[in-house]
């Protein structure tokens, strides 16, 4: 809602009656004058409803002012949160415009303690953090400033030092050397203070942003709330992607800015100028504080918590799996992982006998590989493609169960202990020994991690129609 100096009572307005609100209901979406509100608060249905006053809300930005609870195509209150669209919407948007998304929300059970939850207390770390990047670079550039102004009039110095020696042949160099000098001094303290304007911008955004976040804690409700930070999460985004840029450039090296005379003794020989601009880039004084990794995956894509789909499973057939038939190799058969080829052919690892089991649609026994390393979880890569898990070994084995053969090695080093495997659009998630979930490439590369949020010690992953379930 927005306010100005005299709000009139809504319920009053309505009944033709001039009345000066004092306070609002969120839930009614009403403005209230002092009688209106007296009844609000002993009515039955509006008795639990939290009412502001006007001039609380005038505290609040006008964004969350302006929040919206009721959806504004069917004047019903906000039931639900499409996680996929990333929107609010009511009972009617859910049977209309919804009705194909799968992770929907309550509203009542989303905003709960919202103020209180660890988003909101990671965006005002993520806040202050900024803030402090910021500040550090804004202070390291205004002292190389005044280092260049320093240098500048050491520069200077040394042109006279120069001309004086060689006075006779000089007027045309110097001029050409102090147009070398300023127009270089003109670029790089254009440079720095075009970075300034830019970061000392950054600051008031995320000096407002803190304000507002303090304000949204004391005022706002929790719906206000949940909405307004999402909007904060994509402004301070941007600054931190635009912050986390310059560090990793090459604008926060300490230009140097000298000159080289020209040796004297070349004067009669080879003299062609009275010397040259040296520019001198030293290592920055300052490094990018970063967040941990599980603060800075949540800012740049905020996780709600969703309802899981029912999935009804299934049984297609069973089967009993035969033991080796090798003198080596014991009585009993441990499956650790199971995946499903294109063809249908179902694959199963048997940890015990060091071998793979393949069977067809149908769970006929088709044929057995064996192996030099102990299977453990098995994940289907393409074609007849799969990738293994070995026992107690950091790294991924890529194999072929037509061939029969490995055709690809990833390792890892000693910290990184392989447990359950999924492949999901040509991207690897491995359980780390429980201690939580990592997303490869398919060349190994660790893109996130995640910590596991789950008491059990093994827990397992697999990806169900792009979606990656854990148990």
Do not use: W
């Amino acid at each position: 809602m927005s306010t100005c100096s005299k709000e009139l009572c809504d319920i009053c307005y309505y009944q033709h009656i001039p009345a000066i609100a004092t306070v609002f209901c969120p839930e009614c979406d009403e403005k209230l004058c002092e009688r209106c509100s007296a009844n609000h608060s002993v009515a039955r249905l509006s008795r639990n409803h939290e009412c502001m006053t006007l001039q609380n809300i005038s505290k609040l930005p006008q964004f969350v002012q302006d929040t919206k609870l009721y959806c504004i195509d069917h004047e019903e209150m906000y039931e639900y949160f499409c996680c996929e669209h990333n929107e609010p919407c009511c009972s009617n948007c859910l049977r209309d415009v919804h009705s194909e998304c799968h992770n929907m929300s309550s509203i009542q059970n989303i905003v709960k303690d919202v103020k209180f939850s660890s988003v909101f207390y990671d965006l005002v770390n993520m806040l202050s953090y900024l803030n402090n990047n910021i500040s550090k670079v804004i202070d390291d550039r205004t002292e190389n400033l005044h280092e260049l102004k320093t240098q500048k009039m050491k520069f200077r110095k040394d042109i006279r030092s120069a001309r004086a020696s060689v006075y006779a042949i000089l007027g045309k160099f110097e001029d050409h050397i102090k147009m070398d000098m300023n127009k270089e001094f003109s670029e790089k303290e254009s440079e720095i203070k075009k970075l300034l304007e830019e970061f000392e911008k950054y600051r008031c955004i995320i000096n407002n942003s803190q304000e507002c976040v303090h304000t949204l804690k004391i005022f706002a409700t929790d719906f206000q709330a949940f909405m307004a930070f999402r909007k904060i999460s994509e402004n301070i985004n941007c600054v931190e992607l635009a912050t986390r840029k310059v560090f990793e450039g090459n604008q926060l090296t300490h230009i140097e800015i000298s000159m080289e005379p020209t040796v004297p003794y070349s004067i009669n020989s080879n003299f062609q100028s009275l010397g040259k601009v040296n520019i001198k880039y030293n290592l920055p004084k300052i490094s990018f504080k970063m967040r941990k990794i599980q603060e800075a995956q949540l800012i740049s894509k905020v996780f709600f918590p969703v309802e899981i789909p029912y999935i009804q499973i299934k049984v297609k057939f069973s089967v009993q799996v035969i033991r080796s038939g090798r003198n080596d190799t014991r009585e009993e058969v441990d499956c650790c992982g199971c995946c499903t080829l294109e063809n249908g052919d179902v694959i199963i690892s048997d940890s015990l006998n060091k071998r793979l089991v393949i069977l067809n649609n149908n769970g006929e026994f088709k044929k057995q590989l064996s192996l030099s390393f102990v299977p453990l979880g098995l994940a289907f890569l393409k074609g007849t493609q799969i990738i293994i898990v070995p026992y107690r070994d950091q790294k991924l084995i890529f194999f072929d169960v037509e061939k029969g053969l490995s055709f690809k090695k990833v390792t890892f080093d000693s910290n990184f202990q392989l447990r359950s495997i999924s492949v999901r659009e040509n991207e690897i998630i491995i359980q780390n020994d429980s201690y939580g979930f990592s997303l490869l490439d398919l060349d190994g590369t660790v893109k996130t991690k995640t910590e596991s949020i789950l008491s059990d010690k093994i827990h397992m992953k697999h990806c169900v129609l792009r979606n990656t379930y854990t148990m």
